[in-house]
């Protein structure tokens, strides 16, 4: 799938805002790295066509261990309870992937290209089954849970989370249509 400057712009949003992809938070609780295996396996598979197998390897060691230092400084923001928890976790692991691609000389555009590629590696199957994947995830039910989700946020119940407004979509653009669009409060800058 060719992923064009507004798809990677609308899922850089989610990511960092969180990717959404819902609910199951149980990483933050656990510290499991495998739900990021994906994210792992793709930000490889980039770093080998820029940089060739053996320093790719050792690349996406570096950014396995900067991940791990970086996780247990992530704020507590509602575990299992909070669907933008999972969000929180891709945030840090592309901060992760900056950091260890900063500290080897590449520039901030670098790390965003290869943060781009990841996406499409990750994204790397039939159009008819990403159509079906994508119809199951952000069905109705989904919306509905997204959009209390924010209103759950409203309350502040976590200092280090997000507050955020469920903008209703009009229909026209149905990649960015009925997502969160604005983020109000980042719980950890207090902007």
């Given amino acids: 799938m060719k992923m064009d400057r507004r798809k990677f712009i609308t899922i850089s949003a989610i990511t960092a805002g969180g990717m959404a992809v819902g609910g199951g938070a149980l990483y933050t609780i656990r510290r499991d790295p495998n739900i990021l295996d994906d994210h792992f396996e793709g930000t490889e598979k980039v770093l080998r066509a820029r940089f060739g197998k053996e320093h790719a390897a050792g690349l996406t060691g570096d950014i396995r ?25 891709y945030g840090v692991y592309y901060l992760a992937v900056y950091r260890v691609l900063k500290a080897k000389g590449q520039p901030v555009e670098e790390a965003g290209k290869v943060i781009f590629d990841t996406f499409e590696a990750m994204a790397d199957y039939p159009k008819w089954l990403l159509r079906i994947v994508g119809k199951l995830r952000y069905s ?16 502040r ?35």
């Avoid at 109705?140 to 309350?155: M, N, V």
């Avoid at 200092?159 to 026209?172: H, L, N, R, S, Y």
């Fill in 65 to 89: 261990w900067e991940y791990e230092a970086l996780a247990p400084q992530m704020p507590y923001i509602g575990g299992e309870e909070n669907m933008f928890t999972e969000w929180l976790v």
């Fill in 140 to 155: 109705k039910d989904y919306i509905d849970r997204l959009r209390e989700a924010t209103a759950k946020t409203q309350k």
């Fill in 157 to 191: 119940r976590y200092p280090g989370d997000w507050v955020a407004t469920f903008i209703e979509g009009d229909g026209k653009d149905k990649e960015i249509r009925n997502l969160v669009d604005k983020f109000l409060h980042c719980g950890k800058l207090g902007t």
